[in-house]
């Protein structure tokens, strides 16, 4: 689950979910298969709106590019109709197609009429370059990890090195998965929002963690790139079962934004960022029964609450994937330090810092 | 009122609006000021969309850029917010200054909360340049030429050179004002969509009414100015009553292109083309009572029959304005012809083209 | 090649190159792939900017969505970057996710860094859906095909019902693959600009040849749905050897929707309408020896010639694919009518067509 | 000036220009009006790219809209055709139609072609509203106002509650103008890039500064209004003399929301967050001698370095405006507490808190 410490400086109300993931949201679930075989270290996460047809029960979606240095697919089509259509897959830059593939099959095995007696469908897959620790090149991801990763969705699931996360590096440390949610209340209604990222953004000196500017040490230490050409990204998913519509989805995936840059990003050139959020309320029929149905509609007078959340459970979710993520040995036989392991050899080395990570050991909930 | 023959090639079911105007869509109104000083032949149309209190019940709305060489305002926040606020106010370019004062003035007078205890408002102004027919430099415009346009509405509204179009050039001929309305059928319910341009661009040589390529004859007879440097625009307002959204109505929006280029147009690169839409139904409110509210919501599915009557009411509504407007004498003392008598100077000059005039004539009402 | 007549209404200068087609862009060469087996009929066609090592040496470019419903991929780096990186293919809906990965290993094959030591690409590939025709639920289309399309690039190259268009339908007759390319004179310069559609989209009544709406007999005749749920589309590729900058090919892309729909389109919900724009000129290297280098900018003043050019092009291409595409027997065994086998059907069954479709025959080049 | 300290995890190089204000930008002036008049704060502020004509040799630009709940004008044409022709004006809301008539008069007098024998011109007028602290509904603002604002421009200007930021509060603090510029290497060659904010935007419980989440006990102290509706923005205009086109500056604008958010913003939904991005290179002239000419052209592989200059400018420029800002009445009587004179209160009332401000006061040289 995700970080049981409260955020350094949440902009939220605070409220966690119950398992503070993504899955918090009423029939969200999430699988993911792991490859590691030999220098390939990579997999899928893939996550369901839901799992009643989402062809013919298609959630209000949008999607928001923060910088399209990047190679998802399906955008185009949720920027023109408001809706996904699929589950969400997410993988490595050179898995696009066969996740696509993949998908479309199950899609196709699901609805006998798409394609024949009705439209096609719009595959959402979504993608981070893990090419600094695992080799890329040899496509190795098969449309049988993307198949096991969809068919193991659950509302529990593991974060950090794992699923698409596998071989993902941010802040040059070992990134990954992670997930977040807040509670969100409007009258007397409760709302749940929540997000997961795959994290593989940033640079080691710039990292801030709760107002720790730990980053410039562990870089000096690690000797880490100041001016490597960022292979990076980060996609972040949202969901909310409130009834935001899709201009209101996308001004929420807009704020994705202010919870990826709290640790110290600052949107690098070669670092897709791609946000999704959706809505599991007011789904939208693809055989309708009535042409115009009722539903419900948020005012945005109130949208900031939904703002907050937002930035809080992405900057959360980041935190997350960093504290959850374990130390690799890369493509080329080196060892890729995850955050904890790092910071600990700061200390070791440097035990100057040793007040500095302890204080935010605490904070994050790496000591309890 | 609108055009009263039958639209050749009519890409909608045809049904027409009771006066084929954009106040057709019940509660919408126009008001217009003619300004004829000297050089100055100009004015002001102003659209409400209800008169019931705009700020406080806003309609949904988008805008849409076809080209960008405009001035228009109001566009950032209809984005946004997907609303519209206060009513629509169509000038030349260099009266955007002023009709944005007089409308600010308008709704602080009827809201004392405006920039007090709520927020500011957002006027609505667009704008084609005249500059060709009058004396644009002068700004000449006052806030009380605004008012008297505002203060004038009515579901009866005259087209052509008349209003915001008096100084209008279209295709080279005496544009303006033109309007048009459609009845759609979804289910067992009827809506209505209309619009309203005010025409502004084009070039004679590439005119085509009807299928009839009468652009050339008619710039060889006039010396048109094949290579000129088009100072024109069209600015489109949609308005209809069938509960769309912001982003349905910016998928409407989109369609008046369709409608613009009917005619010949390529959407050159001097032509601001600017569309706005709203729905008069689904209103919201801006200080709610409920923060989550019940409205209607109209499938994609259905949404072509939109589409098609979108094309055809902006095809229509620019022939319309050139088939009102009147010849006048511009800014330099050159006579400028409307496509009518331009039309009968061209038959009256060159007999081999009475047969097509004498067709188009009889296909677009001006002979009955 | 292109058509050899003159077009009706051309709005640019009217002059073509040698070919017509898009490959009189110096440089860009086209090969397609046709499969015919069982119900399937489809296949690929590639598109090459030139054959200089597109990775090292890339296209500026942009691309612009008429309308999101579609499943093409690679728009989003495009938009950030305003380059193409790799050829662009064209096939059917469900083949995108093969195509992805054998363009991907094409350029992994010709760029050992690609992964490796530099960053990922951005495959390029657009679709239509021609289910309608070919049984797409088979996903049949393997990555040999795509491969035999981007070896066999040539500058001669077929149109009609050939390549990606074997299977595709165009106001409900058959369509596919059409091009067309203009001269463009700046100062003492002359400039190319070629377009190549894939056209799949359109309702019969609505279509219009030259003026004259030949679609309602058409329709009338093979009693072509109304009312029928649009499963079009039309990819456009744009190319150039001016020196035009991401934002101008942007305007330039925008600018399609003139000629797609002067044949009596509007735009209609299902139909995915996605243009791409490239100029061969000012290429962008990837590893760059100088960081600020010297490229040529065309002034938007003088734009409008290009913008003319682009409306003629893709209006002309989209004829050409009409006149070359041949009847096919459908997936179901129908017959699937050219626009000339209907025509003459019309004739045939309603001899009082026969000045019409001779006129259109003649215009078109038909008839010589 | 700027602030003479070093900014806390400056993601830049950290060299700062010779004045650290936009002004380092050569040929970039700021000239600015104050209105203190009865219960009117208000004023303009004026930003020259530069002084050679601007209508006859416009600077590329972008703008960005981070929220657009705002009526900032002028973004229309600056988005189609990528360049600035006017200075830009800022101030207040309901000043927005007379800057408008004001910029456009002052174009006219000085371009006798414009609205005669060659286009209009595109005024840009950003605004912010004061409302909070000025009577915004007199419109108390003329054009005499504006013209001073323009006529004073230096290279020298004041920063805090001065000009059109003389109203604004930031963070529930009196805020206002700020500005700071960055020296950036490429190659052998230096750049500047400079940026100027009118910060009105931020809640105070989430004010961080330096690390420090100093909002949380002064927005204790000063009750501030937790659910406020906010009624605030950020204008931001950033210039630079490098050879970035309007693609690269719209780059450039996107990452000002990471300097805006390092303090701890969330990008309200009442913040109108509006950036002006242009350079001073590679000027387009508006009766262009050679219809292609030769610029220069940087490759986005080195942007990164801009990237993080915008991000440290932007996030100096706004905690320069804090601390720049004096204490203020504000239009019903209340004293408006500066950040500094917020943070002195603190420690007198909460002395275990003067640590904390001691910290930052010295940070950020307000204690020297």
Redesign the interface.
């Known amino acids: 689950m995700g970080l049981t410490v409260k955020l350094?400086?949440d902009?939220s109300e605070g409220v966690k979910g119950a398992k503070n993931l993504i899955t918090d949201v009423n029939g969200v679930l999430v699988g993911q298969t792991t490859v590691d075989d030999g220098d390939v270290h990579s997999g899928v996460t893939a996550i369901w709106p839901h799992q009643r047809g989402l062809f013919k029960n298609k959630v209000p979606a949008a999607s928001y590019?923060?910088?399209?240095?990047?190679?998802?697919?399906?955008?185009?089509?949720i920027?023109?109709?408001?809706t996904i259509e699929t589950p969400l897959v997410l993988t490595n830059?050179?898995g696009?197609?066969?996740?696509?593939?993949a998908l479309?099959?199950l899609m196709?095995a699901s609805n006998p009429e798409?394609?024949?007696t009705?439209?096609?469908v719009?595959?959402i897959v979504a993608e981070c370059?893990d090419?600094d620790v695992s080799n890329?090149?040899k496509?190795r991801l098969t449309e049988a990890d993307v198949n096991a990763a969809l068919n193991s969705a659950s509302d529990h699931f593991a974060e950090g090195a794992i699923g698409a996360g596998r071989g993902m590096m941010c802040y040059d440390l070992k990134g990954g998965i992670g997930s977040a949610s807040r509670i969100v209340r409007?009258?007397d209604?409760s709302y749940t929002i929540g997000a997961l990222v795959m994290s593989n953004y940033g640079f080691l000196q710039?990292l801030?963690v709760?107002?720790?500017?730990i980053g410039k040490p562990l870089a000096a230490l690690l000797a880490a790139d100041k001016h490597k050409?960022?292979?990076g990204s980060i996609i972040t998913v949202l969901a909310t079962d409130a009834?935001l519509?899709?201009?209101q989805l996308k001004?929420i995936a807009?704020?994705a934004?202010?919870g990826i840059?709290?640790t110290?990003?600052?949107?690098?050139?070669?670092s897709?960022e791609?946000v999704f959020a959706f809505s599991t309320t007011?789904l939208?029929?693809h055989f309708?029964k009535?042409?115009?149905?009722?539903?419900?509609?948020?005012?945005?007078?109130?949208?900031?609450t939904f703002?907050?959340a937002t930035?809080a459970v992405v900057d959360e979710s980041v935190l997350s994937s960093l504290v959850h993520a374990e130390s690799i040995v890369d493509r080329k036989g080196r060892l890729r330090f995850s955050f904890v392991d790092a910071a600990k050899e700061l200390v070791r080395r440097q035990p100057e810092y040793s007040d500095m990570v302890n204080q935010v050991f605490t904070e994050l909930g790496v000591i309890k």
Not at 96 to 101: C, L, Q, R, S
Not at 210 to 213: A, T
Not at 264 to 270: A, E, S
Request: glycine content about 14%; charged content about 20%.
């Open positions: 350094f400086n902009v590019v923060i910088n399209g240095f990047g190679k998802s697919v399906g955008l185009v089509q920027d023109e109709l408001g830059t050179f696009v197609g066969t996740a696509t593939n479309t099959k196709l798409i394609g024949d009705t439209s096609t719009n595959p370059n090419g890329i090149r496509m409007i009258d209604h710039d801030v709760n107002g720790q500017p050409e960022e292979k009834p519509n899709s201009r001004r807009k704020r934004t202010v840059n709290r110290g990003g600052f949107i690098g050139n070669g897709g791609i007011n939208v029929q309708a009535q042409n115009v149905e009722t539903v419900q509609r948020l005012n945005d007078n109130v949208i900031d703002f907050r930035a």
